[in-house]
């Protein structure tokens, strides 16, 4: 999906005869920002959709739509040493995002496991886990994937200024309530299709 979004920007410049750096001066980037965005390396975030939409003069859905296209459900993981909340939280997302893949896990091991061999939209994370915090899987599951939208869960709101230091997309404190993970959704960095239901 990336690669797609990547044709479509590099067909969008070169239709202006732009050079990567002239388009990365317009957009208040660096050049390997554009270069990382053709070649289907990386996707811009929602902020830097709407700028390249208002520079090119283009509806933002057409860009949206090229960003996000993927034939296979969006993938979204919960990660939770406690098993019982597991069990509670996977039938709250699953009622909220029908259209996704939700698999949860106790280990963060497995968890890493599982993105490299899967592309995650979204990564809910415990931020304590014993050995391993979820501040410290958020930075190896980014490493992985960077448009990862990743959502902490803590029942410490402390932990709320740490988490930001992050690239984390939200924070939901326990104990999870629908509202909350929709409100979540509506402000992640990186746009997932085929995500929320209509009674969202």
């Known amino acids: ?24 001066d317009k ?30 003069n283009v509806d933002i859905s057409t860009l ?11 993938e979204v993981i919960i990660v939770d040493d406690e098993t019982i909340l597991l069990a509670g939280v996977i039938p709250i997302l699953s009622e909220v995002m029908p259209g996704a893949t939700i698999t ?3 280990k963060p091991s497995e968890a890493i ?14 931020i304590e886990m014993g050995k391993t915090s979820g501040l410290e899987l958020c930075n190896t599951l980014m490493e992985i994937n960077p448009t990862t939208n990743v959502i902490f869960l ?14 984390a997309s939200g924070f939901v404190a326990k104990p ?7 409100l979540q959704l509506q402000k992640m960095r990186y746009p997932v299709a085929g995500l929320m239901g209509e009674t969202t």
């Not at 999870?176 to 929709?182: A, C």
């Open 1 to 24: 999906m990336a690669i797609a979004f990547g044709d479509t920007l590099k067909s969008l410049r070169t239709e202006k005869n732009m050079s990567q750096q002239q388009l990365a």
């Open 27 to 56: 957009l208040f980037v660096n050049r390997s920002s554009i270069a990382n965005w053709e070649n289907g390396r990386r996707l811009p975030d929602l902020v830097l959709l709407h700028r390249i939409a208002t520079f090119f």
């Open 64 to 74: 949206t739509d090229v960003a996000i296209q993927d034939q296979s459900p969006p």
């Open 104 to 106: 949860g896990f106790s």
């Open 113 to 126: 496991s599982y993105a490299k061999k899967n592309r995650v939209s979204i990564a809910f994370l415990d």
């Open 154 to 167: 803590t029942s410490y709101p402390d932990y709320a200024v740490r988490a930001w230091e992050t690239t």
């Open 176 to 182: 999870l309530h629908k509202e909350d993970v929709v």
